[in-house]
């Protein structure tokens, strides 16, 4: 049976409820939002003279939670418009219009009762065939679904999205008794495709595969900094990006959680373990949570938790930290290890993590007690939890955003030498990681042909993960390399389609980076059919420039080099524009200056939905000069048969810039007219160089042919530049821009518009990058440009001079 997902339903409109909606809105679903009636108007209702019967009041709880869902930060929509496709309604009027959707999703309080019989109403309600799913994160899937008709079970079971939905790639899939395989494998693939989730089939026991392992990993480094005595901010610099997990750390992530939550699990996974879970003790609270919990210190939502955030005597707001010996709040701390210092030059994850686990302080002894009984936990929760190792690690890795899963950190650490570890701790591992050992298996991994493998504890043999087939995973590709240098490497994707991958920190554009562009080119255009440039980083595709060596030359006033820097990234950016052969770009999280630019001169643009772009010289005391300025004037010129006015198309192009405007994603770039309607956007990451390496060769087999550079672009010249010098004086005037930022704009609104030309004419490209490089020269040479270049390099943050 075809099935096709345009309208759903959502029941419950808490935190969970409506974000799930938002989420289906920003892929283009219609959806249906409801939640309970209030017992009685409010005071401010009846004042009003409202009664029950009121619209507003009918639909007051699913529009106050709709309300604070849209201005939470950060946002559920890919772009606020996008809450027009979201209709809110209550249970008592609106529930009969499910009859019409394609998917129900309940999303209400996690009590079984309350479940059930809104399952019995849905039941009712609903036409044949329809999928029904629970957001339960821990309640028995067989449980919601007895009493139930034959069709309503087969069509229900268990979609377990993580919040934020739209942010945590993990959807677990979990069948209930009677589940129609078919729905499952469509739910499986639609979760992948169109939602853009890792989708992980988990079988239904108590916390499924995430939370069973992730809030077994929390409670115990709850446990392990009591027993070794860290500190909060300890426990979170030990737990963030050093071990490639989020910057919130353990104790930051409860409170933003909530406690109350991460308690309430735990005590349910120890009631459920009885008799299965040889370790449920851990389950329960360490002193420390439970005394949290007692004084109902939940964390955000309650003002305190593990942080508290205050105001000081000049009214700044300060981060306090619990100390877990007087249970009163201090300033924070700077954490320093020596453990932590070892690790500071390298860059690479997986060669961290052996350093770490070495330390001789409290920081490896933190490590070497946690991991091991991380580890071990997983090992005994095969297969109770999961059949295959790999669908553990996709799930820790997709629901708690972390970079590697519990078997590939352990890979990375090395599988005997853990082993090792862990016996010393007296947390050995489950008996089939011995057997795996004497069969002279030594990961959990390993690659073949290109296509990752995972130990099978059945067989006793590596299978392929299944899958991959529509992944293209660049990590994988080894063998596959036709060029590297210490800033980029090139793949051969196969099909005559090369890729090449930035690997500079932030994958910044610095000499090596830009060679790799240029090599890749001439490589693309002798032996290959079309170029990608994507990459596989967590936190950028591409940073921008390298402003270190910019920053040497310009102190140093050796604007002979400046001018040479800026002349060779034009030229490169214009060599992927109007190279023989098609160059796609395949952007990701930041992509700033350079990266923006890169993307600016490619032949299309396959962008990951959450992609943050923007040119944000302007911050440094600079203009984009890598034909980024040069660039949005030309798309501006292409609008200007739109029928809008010339110059408010060009002003919002200005404002972009002047105002270092990142989009909040790849549909808010499309907006700011930094991705076209020929670009794509892809919700699945892991699908985003497959894709890009499609549409490449689809530019190439539909007959690319090379492009001619313009000499057609219409700018404004002193039309232009006077309605934007009016605009800055007024800024000036009322002290929103200093005196520095107002040179910068005039610079800025000097080349976007053409320079001083006497009216409104057609220029080429070539005249507006050498206005580019002028102005970007001059500011290079300014004392406040150097201040607030020296602030980012030194301190993270340009100074307002």
Not at 171 to 187: H, S
Not at 303 to 332: C, H, N, W
Not at 559 to 569: G, K
């Amino acid at each position: 049976m075809n099935r096709t997902i345009r309208k759903v339903a959502v029941l419950g409109s808490g935190i969970m409820g409506s974000r799930i909606a938002c989420h289906f809105a920003n892929i283009g679903v219609n959806v249906l939002l409801l939640d309970i009636v209030p017992k009685e108007p409010n005071d401010t209702e009846q004042a009003k003279g409202w009664t029950l019967e009121h619209p507003a009041v009918r639909n007051r709880i699913v529009n106050e939670s709709f309300q604070s869902t849209l201005k939470a930060s950060p946002a559920a929509l890919y772009r606020p418009s996008f809450a027009s496709r979201i209709k809110l309604g209550n249970f008592e009027d609106n529930l009969k219009e499910i009859k019409d959707y394609d998917w129900i999703i309940e999303v209400v309080v996690e009590r079984l009762d309350i479940k059930k019989s809104l399952f019995e109403k849905v039941e009712a309600l609903r036409k044949p065939g329809t999928l029904v799913t629970s957001n339960t994160s821990g309640i028995p899937i067989k449980l919601m679904s007895e009493g139930r008709s034959d069709d309503f079970q087969k069509h229900f079971c268990g979609t377990h999205f993580f919040n934020p939905p739209r942010y945590l790639r993990l959807l677990e899939i979990i069948p209930g008794p009677q589940t129609d395989p078919a729905v499952v494998d469509f739910l499986m693939h639609y979760g992948d495709l169109f939602l853009g989730k890792t989708t992980v089939l988990s079988k239904d026991t108590p916390g499924f595969i995430a939370n069973r392992l992730g809030i077994y990993a929390m409670v115990q480094t709850i446990r392990a900094a009591e027993e070794i005595g860290l500190s909060v901010e300890e426990v979170d610099k030990l737990t963030g990006p050093v071990v490639g997990r989020p910057k919130s750390g353990t104790f930051r992530l409860s409170d933003v959680v909530g406690l109350d939550t991460t308690f309430h699990v735990a005590k349910n996974l120890y009631e459920s373990g009885e008799g299965t879970d040889e370790s449920r003790e851990a389950f329960v609270a360490p002193g420390i949570m439970q005394e949290l919990f007692n004084k109902k210190w939940l964390g955000d939502k309650t003002g305190q938790g593990f942080y508290k955030k205050v105001k000081d005597e000049k009214g700044k707001s300060v981060i306090l930290a619990l100390d877990f010996k007087t249970m009163e709040y201090r300033p924070s701390e700077k954490v320093k290890f020596a453990t932590l210092d070892s690790t500071k030059a390298i860059d690479n994850l997986s060669k961290r993590f052996g350093t770490l686990l070495e330390g001789k302080d409290k920081a490896g002894e933190f490590y070497r007690q946690t991991f091991a009984d991380s580890f071990r936990y997983a090992t005994f929760r095969i297969p109770e939890i999961s059949d295959e190792l790999y669908r553990i690690d996709q799930a820790i890795s997709a629901g708690f955003g972390w970079q590697l899963g519990l078997f590939e950190t352990w890979d990375a650490i090395g599988l005997k030498k853990m082993v090792g570890i862990m016996e010393e701790l007296d947390k050995k591992p489950a008996a089939w990681v011995y057997d795996m050992l004497e069969a002279g298996h030594e990961s959990f991994y390993k690659v073949k042909d290109g296509k990752r493998q995972y130990y099978d504890i059945p067989s006793k043999s590596y299978q392929a993960i299944p899958g991959q087939e529509s992944f293209i995973i660049l990590s994988n590709l080894s063998n596959q390399v036709v060029w590297k240098n210490a800033g980029a490497t090139l793949y051969d994707l196969g099909d005559g389609i090369l890729n090449l991958e930035f690997r500079s920190k932030m994958n910044t554009f610095g000499a090596e980076v830009i060679e790799g562009v240029q090599k890749s080119i001439s490589l693309a255009e002798k032996d290959f059919q079309g170029l990608v440039i994507g990459n596989e980083s967590t936190e950028a595709f591409s940073a921008g420039a390298n402003l270190a060596m910019l920053f040497m030359f310009a102190v140093e006033q050796e604007f002979d080099e400046v001018n040479l820097m800026i002349a060779q990234f034009q030229q490169t950016m214009m060599r992927a524009r109007y190279s023989s052969i098609p160059v796609v770009a395949a952007p990701h999280t930041l992509t700033l200056g350079g990266g923006c630019e890169l993307n600016l001169h490619a032949d299309k643009v396959v962008a990951h939905a959450e992609t943050y772009m923007g040119l944000v010289e302007v911050g440094v005391g600079l203009i984009p000069a890598g034909g980024g300025t040069k660039e949005m004037a030309a798309r501006c010129s292409d609008l200007y048969q739109s029928g809008d006015p010339e110059l408010n198309i060009l002003q919002n192009a200005f404002m972009n810039i002047a105002q270092a405007k990142v989009s909040a994603s790849a549909h808010e770039a499309l907006s700011m007219n930094y991705l076209q309607a020929k670009d794509a956007i892809v919700l699945n990451r892991s699908r985003l160089i497959a894709e890009a390496k499609q549409a490449a060769l689809e530019l190439a087999e539909n007959g690319y042919t090379q492009p001619l550079q313009r000499s057609d672009i219409k700018v404004q010249g002193k039309t232009g530049i006077a309605l934007f010098q009016a605009g800055i004086a007024q800024m000036r005037l009322a002290n929103y821009i200093s005196d520095h930022d107002a040179k910068i704009a005039g610079k800025l609104a000097y080349v976007i518009c053409g320079g001083d030309l006497s009216y409104p004419q057609t220029v080429t490209e070539q005249y507006l990058l050498d206005l580019e490089r002028e102005a970007f020269l001059s500011l290079c040479g300014e004392k406040k440009t150097l201040e607030r270049m020296q602030g980012l390099l030194t301190g993270g943050k340009p100074p307002r001079n």
